[in-house]
């Protein structure tokens, strides 16, 4: 019947071996009867909407029992379609035919939702994450650092003169260089790391576990991987380009919000655009403030 209408189809003659084929199979719709040997249908249908992974599957009732009760009782424990006995092979087909395409909506319905998600955290220029995504990470990890007292450092990296290249080549020539940057940033990132546009020219990356110290190496790293090979765009000679690097470090300086942090690494940054660019400077750790001593009390 449904098998000769070109669709696959395991068979199965008890609720044990049905279970065993669901978690092993992948499948779309399952007929299930509420006479098994061992199981009512029924429990097996609450199994399978109780379960996540099958949030998209269907479930069809086939059953002898035709009261309102036993049909209420079905559908109201998830079963998406019933079937009383006897049937006809059309009927049959025709409602496994609709819940074919439910299931069909239901995927795609969420493809675009997972697709819809993926564009809301990726920049839609370079493919790296955005400066929202950006945040969430870093409150996580400032939160888990503080927590258990380890290192967290951030690199916050701006592409130097890139109002010039706008305005001298043109604004594609300006998203080439963002996306080549962004690349050789990608390439550059270990996997631990989160890389993200912050805006506009500028980018940031997240470094778990890493001090101050390793913390200017890597920036280091990356000016040198920018500095090292013109940028090509097109319709023009390949243009060199240098980048500025600010960071810092939970570890160095106790900060007591990421909105801290992040602007210690700003003035970084603002360092090492005012002391020449294309150059890597780090946070500038605060004294802590003295004590004023208290005066002896006077013996009387």
């Not at 951030?154 to 300006?174: C, E, M, Q, T, W």
């Not at 913390?215 to 980048?243: H, M, Y």
Request: aromatic letters at 6%; hydrophobic letters at 40%; charged letters at 30%.
């Amino acid at each position: 019947m449904v098998g000769d209408a070109g669709m696959d189809v395991i068979a199965c003659s008890t609720g044990a071996e049905g279970l065993d084929v669901l978690e092993r199979k992948r499948w779309e719709i399952c007929l299930l009867d509420r006479g098994l040997p061992d199981f009512d249908g029924i429990e097996i249908c609450r199994r399978i909407k109780a379960d996540a992974r099958f949030d998209t599957r269907r479930v069809i009732m086939v059953s002898g029992y035709d009261s309102l009760d036993a049909r209420l009782e079905a559908l109201n424990l998830g079963a998406d379609d019933y079937i009383t006995k006897p049937f006809h092979p059309a009927e049959v087909l025709a409602r496994v035919n609709a819940s074919r395409r439910a299931v069909e909506m239901q995927q795609q319905l969420l493809e675009m939702a997972q697709q819809l998600e993926e564009l809301s955290e990726h920049d839609h220029m370079t493919g790296i994450f955005n400066r929202r995504r950006f945040t969430t990470a870093l409150d996580r990890a400032f939160e888990h650092s503080n927590r258990y007292g380890r290192p967290l450092s951030v690199a916050l990296i701006d592409i130097d003169g890139f109002k010039r290249i706008n305005d001298s080549y043109g604004h594609p020539a300006g998203d080439a260089v963002l996306v080549e940057v962004a690349r050789r940033f990608s390439g550059t990132v270990r996997a631990t790391d989160f890389l993200a546009r912050y805006g506009g020219d500028e980018f940031v990356v997240l470094l778990p576990e890493t001090q101050l110290h390793d913390a200017l190496s890597f920036g280091e790293k990356l000016r040198s991987v920018v500095v090292a090979t013109p940028v090509p765009v097109a319709d023009g000679a390949p243009l060199p380009v240098t980048i500025s690097v600010g960071t810092a470090s939970l570890a160095h300086t106790q900060f007591n919000s990421t909105a801290e942090m992040i602007a210690a690494a700003d003035q970084a940054l603002y360092r090492a655009k005012r002391n020449g660019r294309n150059r890597v400077e780090g946070e500038r750790r605060r004294a802590p403030r003295a004590r004023t001593a208290e005066r002896p009390q006077a013996q009387v």
